[in-house]
């Protein structure tokens, strides 16, 4: 922290992933992020010294999936239908209720919604949302709001970036993407099937519970591959990416977070993979990216790396080079949007 910041007091509103249990949790899937968390999680880590309150948006699943995600949380608050929106007022209740924050931070599209209604709160208010790779800030009550460019996708994770993992056992291939009820496991399917053709035939894929597809793919499985091919953690699939292993990042996310999905899949000795598109560059060395985000050109990305372990240490090479670069920028970035924060606040404060 800057000589001359005051430590803060922030609250943070995170919406993870829901799974779709009526037809109004879609517009509630749609609104979630999960990287949001993960990012939420980041922020604190890198601001110790500021007085950190979680409030979650959902109820108890929601609040048990962001402890998985790293996350615990002072409380949930449940939203009519899904839309986080409608929380607003519940949120604004329970945000002034202890202490008015001099800022409070929002995670996702659905929480962006909610921090446009608590114009009457003196602090600032600052959205960062993974999942559509956007940023806005609102300097003080019922100020206009005005977009902030978010750090680059791998500066979230940079310092979790850990030494490459010698494959042990069966290969295992993570399917991710942001929000996972939005990532088909119809891909992830056609990876490992691709794969066994090949003759890798201990290959294992994952993915999360809440992903659509797993029908068809244990149809795939128990008619076509044979038992073990696939499974679902308990955990959220992105907490359960194996060292050694490598990861699919789901083409259907947003370029910001596919990049940052990246980073946090390195960050746990996974070998991240995806197709060529905006952003995953900034991340992602030429030797893990496909000319296409589909399953075959995903697999076929895949066999050279299992096979070939000069490229696969090229690879750890360029994540350690991405990673380097990284370095310190999240600090910075928080610093001054948080500064400015807090001097907004002094201002709010002044006037009043």
């Known amino acids: 922290m800057p000589a001359g910041v ?46 950190h309150r979680v409030l979650v948006i959902g109820g108890a699943a929601a609040r048990d999936r962001a402890a998985a995600l790293g996350v615990r949380a002072g409380g949930c608050i449940a939203p009519t239908l899904g839309r986080a929106a409608t929380a607003a007022r519940a949120v604004h209740a329970a945000v002034s209720a202890v202490a008015e924050p001099d800022v409070v931070c929002g995670w996702s599209a659905g929480c962006g919604g909610i921090l446009e209604r608590l114009d009457r709160l003196r602090g600032s208010r600052l959205l960062i949302d993974p999942a559509a790779g956007e940023g806005r800030f609102w300097s003080a009550r019922g100020a206009a ?46 990876i490992v099937s691709l794969l066994r053709v090949a003759g890798v035939r201990d290959v294992v894929g ?46 259907g996310s947003s370029p910001y977070a596919r990049a940052m999905l990246a980073s946090w899949a390195a960050g746990c000795g996974s070998l991240p993979i995806a197709g060529e598109g ?24 895949l066999l050279e790396l299992i096979e070939d372990r000069g490229m696969r240490e090229r690879a750890w090479d360029g994540l350690r080079e991405s990673a380097a670069g990284d370095a310190g920028t999240l600090q910075a970035w928080l610093d001054q949007q948080l500064g400015e924060s807090a001097a907004a606040a002094s201002t709010e404060a002044v006037a009043s």
């Not at 007091?9 to 779709?20: C, D, M, N, S, T």
């Not at 517009?27 to 880590?45: K, P, Q, T, Y």
């Not at 499985?221 to 990042?249: Q, V, Y």
């Open 6 to 51: 005051r430590s803060l007091r922030i609250v943070h509103l995170i919406q993870p992933a829901a799974a779709a249990a009526s037809p109004w949790s879609i517009r509630s899937r749609s609104e979630s992020s999960d990287a949001g968390v993960l990012a939420c999680a980041a922020m604190i880590a890198a601001r110790p010294t500021d007085s």
């Open 145 to 190: 709001v005005s977009p902030v460019e978010l750090p680059s996708p791998g500066a979230w994770f940079a310092g979790h970036r850990v030494a490459a993992a010698a494959a042990v056992g069966p290969a295992r291939v993570g399917l991710v993407g942001d929000p996972p009820g939005e990532t088909d496991v119809g891909l992830l399917a056609g």
């Open 206 to 251: 994952v993915a999360d519970r809440m992903s659509p597809g797993w029908r068809r793919a244990r149809r795939l499985e128990a008619e076509m591959l044979g038992a073990g091919c696939f499974t679902a953690p308990d955990a959220p699939a992105i907490m359960s990416l194996a060292a050694g292993g490598f990861t699919a990042i789901d083409a």
């Open 278 to 301: 905006a952003l995953v560059d900034t991340v992602l060395p030429r030797e893990l990216i496909a000319p296409e985000p589909d399953g075959p050109s995903l697999a076929r990305l």
